[in-house]
């Protein structure tokens, strides 16, 4: 499970990533017993818009996809905030669901902070995954079914750009 701002332009990244077999758009790290997108967006359930990414790890790796997470997918670095989005339902999160993940996703960290490959301090969380909420099915890859609306234009679509730049060979056609 992986936050890092709108659920849309996350789910359009991984979901063109080679070894990633399935992208479910979502809730995650709230204290609510459910969660919707109209209840998550006033803030008060401290759900993060999140994405499920289920993965055959022959193909790719958890460290891979950490990799296209931090380099790609969002911008680490920024509190509560990515693009055009603010709030903490867009906060960058690591949901991690056993203690391997956990100790990759912090050993991960631990070596971009070391290598100052950001000039600002990460501000990713890495917490267990509680609960997960599907989104509601018109945020099910919305950025492959509404490529020209004007927010995808802008903040989704230069991911997708960016990540066949810089890793065309895990790139697969949607």
């Known amino acids: 499970m992986l ?11 991984f979901a063109r990533v080679k070894g990633v077999e399935r992208v479910i758009a979502g809730y995650a ?17 401290n759900h993060a818009e ?5 993965f055959n790890p022959a193909a790719i ?6 990799r296209v997470f931090f380099s790609v997918a969002h ?13 903490k339902e867009y906060r960058s999160a690591i949901f991690y669901v056993n203690e391997e ?8 960290i631990r070596q971009l902070d070391e290598a100052r490959v950001f000039s600002k301090p990460i501000v990713t969380e890495v917490t ?17 079914l509404h490529p020209t609306e004007p927010y995808i234009l802008v903040n989704s679509l230069p991911k997708i750009d960016k990540l ?9 056609p949607w």
């Open 3 to 13: 936050a890092g701002g709108c659920f849309w332009s996350i789910d359009a990244v």
């Open 164 to 172: 066949k730049k810089l890793y065309p060979l895990w790139v697969k």
């Open 29 to 45: 790290g709230g204290d609510a017993k459910t969660a919707h997108y109209q209840i998550v967006g006033l803030g008060g359930t």
């Open 101 to 108: 993940q956990k100790r990759v996703a912090e050993a991960y």
């Open 50 to 54: 999140s994405v499920e990414v289920t």
């Open 61 to 66: 790796t958890y460290g891979q996809l950490l």
């Open 75 to 87: 911008n680490p670095t920024t509190l509560n905030r990515q693009g055009p989005d603010w709030g």
């Open 128 to 144: 267990p995954l509680q609960k997960f909420y599907p989104a509601e099915d018109y945020h099910q890859d919305y950025v492959k």
